[in-house]
């Protein structure tokens, strides 16, 4: 069993819906990172969390720490927003980029 | 404002050849983090280093070493290459020390390495 899971794998949304993706880990963590990976692989970093939520523009994450369980939510979607979404962990007492990875949310979003 | 710059963009390599990848981290940025993602695969760390030192190391193999250099650029140095060792290297860097905790990290866009 993965030490990240996301799901769904793969998500296909109409342009204006809102959308959600989870992700629940296993492990004891110092915090959770929502990247965004676009075709060709540069990474964006969305957010970096350790409690409650966060809210960036059309974007909101939130974690639950007791339930070892996030999501990220996009609201208004739009074809911009098609890319993958990682999902991504610091083990509790590693560095802060030694992260383990979730296996992605691909996202596309039809106009 | 600037970014995490890695060269090359992308590399073709044959088996047994050596490869060295370059990370220029964000100005500043005292810290970065090594990546490797296979085709279709999800990401593993690799090794990170913090003012010039290794700070932590991951699933990294022998046949790779990688330094960080007074300027903090990193370079990732890979020998023996394999057909297996095809995949997106990327770095990230952010500001390290104490009270940095919330410093985010900054990624690079990746080298593509093609072992043939």
């Known amino acids: 069993k993965n030490e990240v899971e996301q799901s769904p794998q793969n998500l296909t949304a109409q342009e204006g819906e809102f959308i959600t993706i989870n992700c629940s880990y296993s492990v004891g963590i110092s915090a959770l990172h929502w990247l965004q990976q676009h075709p060709g692989g540069g990474i964006v970093s969305l957010f970096m969390?350790?409690?409650g939520k966060k809210k960036h523009g059309r974007l909101i994450a939130t974690i639950n720490i007791q339930e070892k369980h996030s999501s990220l939510h996009i609201t208004a979607s739009h074809p911009r927003d098609s890319a993958v979404y990682i999902c991504?962990?610091?083990?509790?007492?590693?560095?802060?980029?030694?992260?383990?990875f979730g296996k992605g949310t691909k996202l596309s979003v039809k106009p | 404002a600037a970014g995490v710059i890695q060269s090359p963009r992308h590399l073709i390599k044959e088996k047994r050849e050596t490869a060295t990848l370059k990370c220029y981290p964000i100005?500043?940025?005292?810290?970065v983090y090594w990546y490797q993602q296979g085709p279709g695969q999800d990401p593993q760390f690799l090794i990170s280093?913090?003012?010039?030192?290794?700070?932590d190391k991951g699933s990294i193999p022998d046949r790779f070493s990688a330094q960080q250099f007074s300027d903090y650029h990193s370079e990732l140095n890979m020998s023996s290459l394999e057909l297996g060792d095809s995949a997106l290297y990327f770095c990230a860097s952010h500001l390290g020390g104490a009270g940095s905790y919330n410093s985010p990290l900054h990624f690079g866009n990746g080298t593509r390495l093609t072992v043939t």
């Open positions: 991504a962990v610091e083990n509790y007492g590693g560095s802060q980029g030694n992260l383990i």
């Open positions: 280093f913090y003012e010039k030192m290794q700070s």
């Open positions: 100005p500043r940025h005292d810290t």
């Open positions: 969390l350790s409690s």
